[in-house]
């Protein structure tokens, strides 16, 4: 049962413009998600994260949107650079802490071509 | 400022050999996670210590297995290997009761022959 779903394996965006990465989840415990960036032979590395009462939050070019009643969350990249280019988790815990559990999706792809 | 530090970075073994993989966390945390993450797939917890006990587990068999020392540094013992325990082993530190997020190693690549 996978409580975090990244439905896409990958996409691919042209330099400049915005990539959306998509999440949805079935927990309804979950309150607090985060995006990690993975590359190659690296380990994840934090992004941006969100709780469960804001519906958004923004960090530069990085904007997490939250609609808890779909149980949905989305990253906005704008405007997408090809160091974008990498492995993207989405990832919700249960407890209002950053050292609870992450649960993660399958992670995403993402190409930003020059 | 030293980040999560995690060795070695590759390991073969064999089936029904025993590993133990180590990990220092970020300076001034004191919480470390570990997860596994099998290709193709995302990490999954397997447990966590904290005080030098385990806080929380995943759903992973007896055969893993932690230890955290009183640095803070973690251990992952796994017993009795199997071809599926083939995987990425990730260390991720934090702090209790602080809502920033874990911090994670580069991983110990393990290969099971």
């Known amino acids: 049962d996978q409580q975090v779903k990244q439905n896409s394996p990958s996409l691919s965006v042209q330099e400049g413009r915005i990539s959306i990465l998509n999440c949805d989840y079935t927990?309804?415990?979950?309150?607090?998600f985060l995006w990690y960036k993975k590359y190659p032979a690296e380990g994840p590395t934090f992004l941006i994260s969100i709780s469960s009462i804001k519906d958004k939050n923004e960090d530069g070019r990085f904007t997490v949107f939250l609609n808890k009643s779909a149980k949905h969350l989305s990253l906005h990249i704008v405007p997408s650079q090809p160091g974008d280019s990498a492995v993207y988790f989405c990832?919700?815990?249960?407890?209002?802490?950053?050292?609870?559990?992450?649960?993660f999706g399958k992670g995403m792809k993402l190409t930003v071509n020059p | 400022d030293a980040g999560v530090t995690q060795s070695p970075t590759h390991l073969i073994k064999t089936r029904g050999q025993q590993v133990t993989l180590r990990c220092s966390p970020k300076s001034g945390h004191d919480t470390v996670s570990w997860y596994q993450q099998a290709l193709g797939q995302g990490p999954q917890f397997i447990f966590q210590y904290y005080e030098e006990e385990e806080r929380q587990r995943g759903n992973f068999p007896d055969r893993f297995s932690g230890h955290q020392f009183p640095n803070y540094s973690s251990e992952l013992n796994v017993n009795a290997l199997l071809l599926g325990d083939s995987a990425l082993y990730l260390c991720?530190?934090?702090?209790?009761?602080?809502?920033?997020?874990?911090?994670f190693g580069d991983g110990t690549r393990l290969s099971i022959l």
């Open positions: 927990n309804s415990m979950f309150d607090y």
């Open positions: 990832a919700a815990s249960a407890g209002q802490g950053g050292s609870e559990k992450l649960v």
């Open positions: 991720a530190s934090s702090n209790i009761g602080e809502n920033q997020p874990q911090h």
